[in-house]
């Protein structure tokens, strides 16, 4: 479904893979971060899997998501941790 989908609009999906490659990066960086000073941050794993949800909610839409999810709630998310 997702092939059949991609050729009706491969500039918005670039952009949403730009976005999330920015936010894994994020992600990223305050893992090793962690890491370095033996933390393991439960907000830090909320983010890992939100990214994820995000994900389905962009590409799979019919699978659904537990909540709602964007990259403004995202953003929202980061700003507090």
Known sequence: MRLDKI????ERDANWQQQLA???QTYQ????ADRARGVRSP???DMRW?????RV???AQ????????SFKR???FLAEI
């Open 50 to 54: 939100m990214l994820e949800e995000l």
């Open 74 to 76: 995202l953003e929202k």
């Open 29 to 32: 960086t305050k893992l090793v």
């Open 7 to 10: 050729a009706s609009n491969p």
């Open 43 to 45: 907000k830090l794993e």
């Open 22 to 24: 920015r936010y894994w």
């Open 57 to 59: 909610s962009l590409w």
């Open 62 to 69: 019919q699978l659904k998501t537990p909540y709602p999810i």
